[in-house]
């Protein structure tokens, strides 16, 4: 990935912008750096500081530093979104991200909806992905268009309904019928996967769609696009893709923010919605803020209360011991593996 020298003029001027701006907005409303990333990092935080008239001013300055005219949308937010899709594309354009026109370009782009891949055929993007040439064989099984789900679904059936109407509020889900569903679909194309759940720490579940068994679903998406299995080897590198929708669009997100922070060091890795940001040096308190109000700034919907930081953390199963420089699975996964 281009960031610093390796960016053109017109690229790292805006680049060199936004991080003048953000650090323009932390100055104004962040008094002691420190005190404010300790805080977040030992979970004191339950909400984010920044949010209201203060991102919203940011914004403002964003949109101006874009060009766009006094009444433009480019910061409109698209339906059951969260990000500002079209400030962020114009932006990863500027800044010469060769996946920019994912975001808002053709019919099937993030503002307008994307296939998730079944029995579609997925483009393969060489500026990002190695092409992929092997498959996993997956379960073959009957095909079942209408499965039970699993045991742990349905001991936790009251914790996975409040889970669905929190994310019907949201504009992510919908509740409909069977009848429904045949008048909008083919009969082919109606699937219901068996459901499991997995229980989080705190008391909530964790909804599991079996896409395999059955349904074949993914059976039916076809990858061509190699992706990067994380492993050990991988934590020394910055922003990691899987090939979900929703990793290409952090992805894209996570390759802005870099570029914006010009040459400052700093690792930063992705694992669909888990992140591990490094941050060190002089001036670590600061560049981290700038990674997260940039982030905010575009619409990452941050859980401020899973916020973690200390030498020692768990991250995808495996644990990252930075006092002793060693990596290894955490306990949780090494029991599990057992």
């Not at 914790?159 to 109407?165: A, H, Q, S």
Request: include cysteine; glycine fraction near 8%.
């Amino acid at each position: 990935m281009d960031r610093g020298h390796r960016l053109g003029p017109e690229a790292t001027a805006l680049a060199q912008s936004m991080y003048r701006m953000v650090t323009r907005f932390i100055a104004e409303h962040v008094p002691d750096q420190k005190h404010l990333c300790l805080s977040l990092l030992s979970g004191k935080l339950e909400a984010s500081p920044f949010a209201g008239d203060k991102i919203q001013g940011l914004r403002a300055s964003w949109a101006e530093l874009l060009g766009a005219e006094q009444g433009s949308d480019v910061l409109e937010i698209p339906e059951a979104q969260p990000f500002l899709l079209k400030a962020l594309s114009k932006t990863a354009e500027r800044l010469c991200d060769p996946d920019w026109e994912i975001l808002t370009e053709g019919a099937d782009c993030f503002c307008t909806g994307v296939p998730l891949g079944f029995k579609v055929d997925l483009p393969h993007l060489p500026q990002v992905y190695e092409r992929k040439s092997q498959w996993r064989k997956l379960d073959e099984s009957e095909l079942e268009l209408d499965r039970v789900n699993y045991k742990s679904a349905e001991m936790s059936s009251a914790e996975l309904l409040e889970k669905f109407r929190a994310e019907e509020k949201l504009g992510r889900m919908k509740p409909t019928t069977m009848g429904a569903l045949r008048a909008e679909y083919e009969e082919d194309m109606i699937r219901v996967a068996s459901m499991g759940a997995i229980a989080k720490p705190d008391g909530s579940v964790r909804p599991l769609h079996d896409g395999t068994h059955g349904v074949q679903v993914n059976n039916h998406i076809h990858l061509v696009n190699q992706l990067a299995v994380p492993g050990p080897a991988e934590m020394a590198f910055s922003v990691r893709q899987s090939g979900a929708m929703l990793e290409v669009l952090y992805g894209i997100i996570g390759r802005v923010v870099a570029r914006c922070l010009l040459q400052h060091a700093f690792f930063h890795f992705a694992y669909v919605d888990d992140v591990h940001p490094t941050f060190y040096g002089r001036r670590m308190y600061t560049n981290f803020l700038v990674w997260l109000i940039l982030q905010e700034m575009i619409g990452v919907p941050f859980a401020y209360h899973k916020f973690k930081g200390k030498t020692l953390v768990a991250f995808i199963g495996y644990e990252l011991d930075y006092g002793s420089k060693l990596i290894g699975l955490s306990e949780a996964r090494g029991t599990w593996v057992k």
